[in-house]
């Protein structure tokens, strides 16, 4: 932390300043300029709250030096972190991951038909939810560990890992029995009580960006994943929240190279809650895999006329395989490989 | 609903969307105009998902024309509600409630000067953080259990009621043997599980709007605790996020007034996490009652510059006094009454 | 302009630093820390520029320790700048001033029946539309020079100063004969041809925000004015955009404390353009007055259903006297007055 | 436009909307459905305004059912624009295009240097600001006419065309004498005298969209050029503005696939301005070329560290090279070619 005090700062309020800082148990580097002077703070920077210094009388301005997130960013781990999924998923590497299903699980058949479109197309991890968050009370929940069933059967036959939404502490385990990447849904990406829990819980965990997130508060809330001890976190963006209406949410894409620099945690992009309309999903899964993605998530389903859940924005299976082909070859031209091995 | 047809829509069309409808269990209302066929739905909108009506080919556009929350609209309850909190507190009535304390609870001392404070400006409520939820995992996470004893014996001493934040399920019973409102923080706005346990919780639900949510959201969100057999939730409007960065979040007054026009429920104005910065907090908290705010929150200290937790945006006990002799005035301009009667 | 070195930045990064901004004619203060080096820039911070330092091997951080703007500053003066507008209005001291009018002048009958009504509600300046952006080609473009006659007319029969819009440098002089005031629409807030032009106007200017325009490019834009000699320039908040659709605009009202807290220059509140509609323009009008605003500026119109522009955000002439009572009440509680003694 | 009465209006209320609705000089078809009664309005919808309906007792909601804009939509000209920029440039065809160039033209070295690498990367537009609009007046300002002559002569000793922004009416015609594209900047992208003098200048028309614009008031700024006549407008996606911090703007990619649905203009990406500093810049062009861009536009600098304007943002002439390449494969996989033919 450095503060800069004002050009007309007194002695005394300096003073003032300097033992609050030593209180907190912190040292400190003085230089006097012509204009202003500058107190470098040595020392542990939770010990001191930035908003406090900086209405402290005296004070123009406080800079944070180092970033508020340390076991998330590049700085502290300077290689690309790699997280297996399943038994021979890696997310992170060369390979660019595809994950893809429908919004909701709703029934076996349903969710074959997926699963194996899925594999055909080449993706290596099934999506699909059980336990679904709605906005509205009266909307269609989810089936519940019975989709969890559904979805581990039908993964399993295919040579798929399985992800899917966990929304409360107490469900974790149920769900880390059948799913093999434990998804924070974007309502939940500053649920603490909730990071926390699933620090212990043993399986790699998908985070998703808050709808109005910053980067820095989505870095923040996968270091209390980290925190507790679980290295494998994969972040995934999935839109924000803008003033543009023509479109459900605005996909930053450039999110992805900013985290690339920021954090060594891998980055999907999830085009379909990012646009929210089928026609606008394919487009957007390409600039993913070319901006340097990690993966895609991608939302597909037999008849999504039909969908009991997001269904305008799911592709059919067969606009699923003309993507994958062409991804594939972006993939290429950034020197990856995108999805399994055929 | 109401479905607009393509101008080029053909009979084909038509007929296979009045199929999909008459499958959900609805009736129709169709009227062929010059240029485009409507189609109005009869019978109850959730059996029919409005995207994917959206998506079917001849349809131009549909169009919702009962809003998706009902037990939260003043349409269902034309009377303002007015819900008890404590013993004597009415929120939402002619009255101006005031809630007033500090971010976190940080000891017997500081409390017991926080409550007299709150007590002597007209306060009815006394505000104050036992757990609290951190944006960093390293920052200080509140007193928990002991915090929430220490404000209920301060509350008890000056007649106040307590307001605190609950964050997960498994607390809520702990809190509401302490708390008489319980508060949703910003971040657990959509946290349905948590809003559907608190349905159930018998005490009255302090509802924060979420940092990016919509009105509407918002009003959702309230339906969850509603539909599940608590009619006591009062709405606070907290700030939301834009890209502007003179103040930490923009402050929505117009929210007032909007939802004083959709919904019966009572609506509270915090402005000290609305702006983040004390010499915003006064002119702020004015104008809310101004714009007809059934309530404000404040954060006071009797020391922000010692705070543990926002400290920038809490008022001293002085400047506490003076902004209710103001604000006390400006209710009476409107035909209200700010703060406990002396 | 301070500049952070990185952790690990190399003598010679630092020494080419050192030769970049000696070349830009400027002096440093150098400071070597226990963890980092901070060179102090001194001198005038406009010859360097900060994104290309801020791309330089070695940087970590550059903070510019002045503001990007000098005469519209407090820090540059002081006091508060009190703008004569007409003959006898005063706008920036302790009276709060009232600008009311319809959206667009649309015919003598209708102008004369609003200045009455402006100057019986207590109104110092009409307000009206010649010239109108509109975002449609198609849409309604205003009377032009017959307006502006009309509007003049009309004012001076009552004792009004006249405000209206000049969308380009040709019209500034015509405009400049009937008005007394050149409003800058939100549109143009950064047309800096306009701005220089109207700087050198001898008339006051009223600066609306852009609808996206942060508080410093907004005092960036006033700057314009104020550098090329005109010292009178009035700001006025009108909404910005953020997600929110309930409203038109977010009318952001915590942007009067931070302009009086930055700048010296008087700040006007628009509730009209803000919100939108009708019933929510009251509560907001309220609430700018109680937020410390030096005016208010109210569209009104005697037939607000047949207003041929945004007629949907008028008060009617009884509602405008109305809110004119209340809001009188309210300045009084701050120590202002608002509007004409009459 | 389509008007939907409330549930409870009467019959009294919906004969005072009749005689309106046929005071403008339009037809009306009523259909009373069992819940709701609904008019449709039938004739030029510029002759009622939609605001002004819908407050109306009575209304619950009013829909509209055509775009506002015309001429720029997809339905009135279903097949694509294909601008003819210079000599030999088509954009919006089979092609994708590329504009390269510095910031702001420095002098004949560097806009040389810019030229040749342009021309070497495959590039056929040389792009450069020669009138620059900086938000501080205190910023360079650009070299004016001497700085427009440079850039010509650059661009034709490569067999480039040139494109640079024009910011007043006064200066169209001297920059339509040098350059072959007239740039609209975003800050003017609601300029409407500028827009209707670019309707007549005879010059195709590149219009960068506003900071915080909707997609829709970005095809009604486009009408207004095309409405005087002038059928050559490209639309340019810069980024909009976002609470995120990271990157200078949110380059919004989805606008590609929206514009291409909604319109038949071409649309180019600008992902310098869009994310603003130079490590970011490549995945992004790359992205946008994925998503379908008809061209990209790229700031370079044969030295950014030293450039006046923005060089943080500009790619090195190797950098540039290098993706160009990449940019070229992507451009095969989708079916498009890249740039020039060499």
Redesign the interface.
């Known amino acids: 932390m450095?503060i800069?005090c004002e050009a007309k700062a007194t002695e005394a309020q300096i003073g003032e300043l300097e033992r609050?800082i030593r209180g907190a148990g912190l040292d400190i580097?003085r230089?006097d300029?012509?204009?202003?002077t500058?107190l470098?703070v040595?020392g542990d920077r939770?010990r001191l709250?930035m908003?406090?210094v900086?209405?402290?009388p005296g004070v123009?301005?406080v800079?944070l030096?180092t970033s508020?997130?340390k076991l998330a960013s590049r700085e502290f781990h300077p290689d690309d972190t790699v997280v297996r999924v399943g038994e021979t998923c890696l997310v992170g590497g060369m390979e660019v991951a595809v994950m893809a299903g429908p919004c909701a699980v709703e029934g076996e058949e349903q969710i074959e038909a997926c699963a194996r479109a899925a594999a055909a197309g080449g993706a290596q991890i099934l999506r699909g939810g059980a336990y679904k968050?709605?906005?509205?009370?009266?909307?269609y929940q989810g089936l519940g560990l019975e989709g969890l069933k559904m979805m581990r059967r039908a993964a399993d036959r295919y040579g798929l890992a399985v992800v899917t939404e966990v929304?409360?502490?107490?469900l974790i385990d149920t769900v880390a029995q059948y799913a093999d990447l434990l998804q924070v849904g974007a309502?939940?990406m500053?649920?603490?009580?909730l990071l926390?829990a699933l620090g212990k819980a043993g399986k790699p965990v998908f985070l998703k960006r808050g709808?109005?997130a910053?980067?820095?508060?989505w870095l923040?809330?996968a270091?209390?994943i980290l925190?507790e001890g679980n290295p494998d976190v994969i972040l995934c963006e999935r839109g924000?929240?803008?003033?543009?209406?023509?479109?459900r949410n605005?996909?930053?894409?450039?999110?992805?190279?900013?985290i690339k620099?920021?954090s060594h945690l891998p980055i999907i992009a999830d085009p379909s809650h990012?646009?929210?309309?089928?026609?606008?999903v394919a487009?957007?899964a390409?600039?993913?895999?070319?901006?340097?993605a990690d993966g895609i998530m991608v939302e597909i389903h037999p008849n999504?006329?039909?969908?009991?859940?997001?269904?305008?924005?799911s592709l059919t299976l067969e606009e699923f395989g003309l993507l994958m082909n062409?991804c594939r070859?972006?993939a290429t031209?950034?020197g990856r490989r995108l999805g399994k091995t055929r």
Do not use: C, W
């Open positions: 450095i800069i609050t580097h230089s300029g012509e204009e202003y500058i470098g040595i939770n709250d908003g406090t900086t209405l402290m123009r301005e800079v030096v508020p997130y968050p709605r906005s509205s009370p009266y909307s929304m409360t502490i107490e309502r939940n500053q649920n603490y009580p926390t709808m109005s910053t980067i820095q508060e923040m809330s270091e209390y925190s924000i929240r803008t003033f543009e209406t023509a479109t605005t996909l930053d894409l450039s999110a992805i190279p900013v620099h920021l990012g646009v929210g309309t089928r026609r606008f487009p957007m390409r600039a993913a895999v070319a901006a340097g999504p006329d039909k969908a009991m859940s997001d269904g305008p924005q062409r070859i972006i031209t950034i």
